[in-house]
């Protein structure tokens, strides 16, 4: 059985950076594709970015476009987000989550972290 363990959320000013971690543990997740959604109060849970093992394609909805960057190690067993001029609209419990059911859009993976806050303040 894998674990995914997020890091790097915080309380933070719109127009600041945050990087987020998801450290893999426990299985070969390098070999999935890895991704990050995050869930707003009162809101369902959305698709943030993924990137795939092979090719290290990358995929990102589009309100985050040319602000977030997602990246991974696999020899770390790490994923990241690199999130650039937050606005309050991005706070959220931010999820990492690896190898999607059926395509990396929609809020269903196999494996999913406990996520971690992000606080956006205007």
């Known amino acids: 059985q894998g674990q995914l363990v997020e890091s790097g959320g915080g309380l933070v000013q719109a127009g600041d950076s945050l990087r987020l971690s998801c450290a893999a543990s426990?299985?070969?997740?390098?070999?999935?594709?890895m991704g990050w959604l995050r869930r707003a109060p009162g809101k369902e849970r959305e698709f943030v970015a993924a990137?795939?093992?092979?090719?290290?394609?990358?995929y990102y909805t589009d309100s985050v476009k040319g602000r977030f960057t997602i990246s991974r190690d696999n020899a770390k067993n790490t994923v990241y987000l690199q999130m650039n001029s937050l606005k309050p609209e991005d706070a959220a419990v931010y999820y990492c989550?690896?190898?999607?059911?059926?395509?990396?859009?929609?809020?269903?993976?196999?494996?999913w972290g406990q996520g971690t806050q992000v606080t956006v303040s205007s």
């Open positions: 989550a690896a190898n999607p059911i059926v395509n990396v859009y929609l809020a269903r993976y196999n494996y």
């Open positions: 990137i795939t093992w092979i090719g290290g394609n990358t």
């Open positions: 426990g299985r070969t997740f390098s070999i999935f594709t």
